[in-house]
Each structure stands twice: as structure tokens, then as C-alpha cells.
């Protein structure tokens, strides 16, 4: 069974920082593109960043300039760097796996911006 376990969420004021990690266990974890998604109240999940397995990133515009997306394969750790945080960034923020048209999901971190 994959596990992928968030954490590092939290409660922050706008313009601070967190730091997401993601670890991966029971999948070859360099093999696979790696994920950060979010879900507001309300609202439908979406991609925030994701990272292949040579260590290519995409991010959603919202988050460009303030979010990085790295991983460590000896780790078996995503990690998702969030600076200059702003209210619209709260949601619940799930790590997702995925590799030849099989995806996995953690259980999802709940990040909170105040103002």
C-alpha cells in the first residue's frame, strides 16, 4: 500500500512563510511525477506545482515567484517552499504521486493565512 504523509502545515500571517514536505513510502519514488494540489472551502482541488522525476517544475500562476517545489530521491521527499504567504493560500494541501497513469494522494495538511 503507497503512503504519502504531508505535514508542516499550520497557521501563518500573510507575507510568512511554511514549509510543505511530502514522504513517500512503497513506490520507487524517483520514478514518479510528484505533486502539490490545494482545496479551499468550496472550491474544486487544484494543481499548485508539480516536479518530474528529473526535477522539471510547473506551478500554477497564483503561486509563481513565491512557491518552490523541490524533491530529495534519497529521501523520498516533496517538499513545497510557500513565502509570502496570502489568505487566498488557505486550504487543505495534498501531496500527489503519479506514474504511468496511476496516482496516489496523502491525506492532505490544512495551511492557513491570516490577515
Known amino acids: 500500500q503507497v503512503q504519502l504523509v504531508e505535514s508542516g502545515g499550520g497557521l501563518v500571517q500573510a507575507g510568512g512563510s511554511l514549509r510543505l514536505s511530502c514522504a513517500a513510502s512503497?513506490?520507487?519514488?524517483?520514478?514518479?511525477?510528484m505533486g502539490w494540489y490545494r482545496q479551499a472551502p468550496g472550491k474544486q482541488r487544484e494543481l499548485v506545482a508539480t516536479i518530474t522525476s528529473g526535477g522539471s517544475t510547473n506551478y500554477v500562476d497564483s503561486v509563481k515567484g513565491r512557491f518552490t517545489i523541490s524533491r530529495d530521491n534519497a529521501k523520498n521527499t516533496v517538499y513545497l517552499q510557500m513565502n509570502s504567504l496570502k489568505p487566498e493560500d488557505t486550504a487543505v494541501y495534498y501531496c500527489?504521486?503519479?506514474?504511468?497513469?496511476?496516482?496516489?494522494w496523502g491525506q492532505g495538511t490544512q495551511v492557513t493565512v491570516s490577515s
Open positions: 512503497r513506490i520507487i519514488f524517483s520514478g514518479y511525477l
Open positions: 500527489n504521486a503519479q506514474r504511468g497513469g496511476r496516482g496516489y
